[in-house]
């Protein structure tokens, strides 16, 4: 038996982002009605349930980027929200090493970046390095120190907000994978239910170009999968880890390298690596494996490693960090001392959405968010959108057309 539904807001999409441009509706406007559809029966199944859980401090990003407005603000936001909700919260800081001598003068471009975009941050010495990571190495004997770094916990983050929203009346219409949009009618039809909206935000992470492309919005976008596979300490290992230790990154591709990440559980992460998956949640073997599109994966990989010194760099230093081998020899240089009888492979997996667009031929590295008849689409929420969701949702609500 079917049935009809109205609501002023309809999401889709209950990832971090999702919920929390619910949660800033509700603080604007407490009346307005709001229904999530998900294609999951729970929250938290995809990229924000498998994130890292580092509430990252604003160092990396160009500061007049997007992500560098909303990532001090949104990382201190959500870290007080987690406190006042007596969630975990480890506040560790984090350290981030040259693994080579000549990467030492990014230390310096990293902590302008840093002062530019609101972030506490210093350069510290040999001493102060083997102090906070005793087992670690910098090349170059120096190292550079995020103290408001910290990390918590996003399946229960997630969950709790989930919570919050159902005792504000929120509507969450779960395991809804078979869905028909009709944007001229504002109307989602689901299996049994027929939902009619006001405006609509698209915030479903690894779908959200084939969402906006329902709404003749983003065609020039796709999404490329990255697989991020996760290792950890044995037990046993004579290593300990009491912050984040990361590789300076390469600044012109969206992926910061593997590193060591304590965590909540008191087990501590090596990784994620950045390998092209065979599908959008191809977390396993062949599972969640899409021909076609690997296809087109491969070709605009191709094309980019052909015409982009910076992807060239990328497959030669992180694209096979898949293998036992590469791994290891990709921590060893920021653990030196550490072996494969140290680490086995962790259970934690996730894939970043990484949008590509196809004009200019290239991964794209800021936010973004596009608008649509009646519906904005948030078609890029790749890290630091964990971190950055609270500010990250005013900025949406603050630019869209629901605003208007």
Aim: hydrophobic share 40%; proline share 5%; aromatic share 8%.
């Amino acid at each position: 038996m079917s049935s009809h539904t109205s609501t002023d807001v309809c999401i889709i999409g209950a990832g971090m982002v999702g919920l929390s441009i619910a949660y800033q509706i509700l603080k604007r406007f407490g009346n307005l009605s709001i229904v999530i559809i998900d294609k999951e029966p729970e929250v938290g199944k995809h990229s924000s349930g498998r994130n890292s859980g580092v509430l990252h401090a604003g160092l990396y990003y160009q500061p007049d980027s997007l992500k560098a407005k909303v990532c001090v603000a949104g990382a201190k936001r959500l870290k007080k929200w987690c406190e006042v909700e007596n969630l975990p919260v480890l506040s560790c800081g984090k350290v981030i090493t040259p693994q080579k001598p000549e990467l030492d003068d990014q230390l310096e471009v990293l902590l302008e970046r840093g002062f530019k975009n609101g972030a506490t941050v210093e350069i510290i010495d040999q001493q102060q390095f083997n102090e906070l990571v005793p087992d670690g190495r910098t090349s170059s004997g120096r190292a550079l120190w995020s103290p408001d770094t910290c990390i918590v916990k996003p399946i229960l983050v997630i969950q709790r907000l989930q919570q919050r929203l159902k005792e504000r009346g929120v509507t969450f219409l779960m395991a809804k994978s078979r869905l028909e949009i009709l944007p001229n009618k504002k109307q989602i039809v689901l299996d049994t239910t027929t939902v009619t909206y006001g405006h609509l935000f698209n915030c479903a992470g690894l779908q959200a170009d084939r969402i906006a492309h329902k709404f003749d919005v983003g065609r020039k976008y796709t999404m490329l999968p990255f697989k991020g596979s996760y290792w950890q300490l044995k037990k046993n290992a004579p290593f300990k880890f009491n912050t984040n230790l990361y590789p300076v990154p390469d600044l012109d591709v969206p992926f910061l390298g593997v590193h060591a990440t304590p965590s909540i559980d008191g087990v501590t992460y090596l990784g994620p690596t950045a390998t092209p998956a065979l599908g959008r949640e191809n977390y396993t073997g062949l599972q969640g494996v899409e021909p076609l599109m690997t296809l087109d994966f491969l070709r605009h990989m191709a094309t980019q490693v052909i015409i982009d010194k910076k992807m060239r760099n990328y497959v030669y230093n992180q694209a096979f960090d898949w293998t036992s081998r590469n791994f290891l020899n990709a921590v060893k240089t920021i653990i030196p001392k550490i072996e494969m009888i140290h680490i086995e492979r962790s259970s934690k997996v996730g894939i970043r959405p990484q949008l590509y667009d196809k004009d200019k031929k290239e991964l794209v590295q800021d936010f973004v968010m596009l608008e649509g008849e009646n519906s904005t689409h948030i078609v890029n929420a790749i890290s630091p959108a964990f971190t950055a969701s609270f500010a990250l949702a005013d900025h949406i609500l603050d630019n869209s057309k629901f605003n208007q």
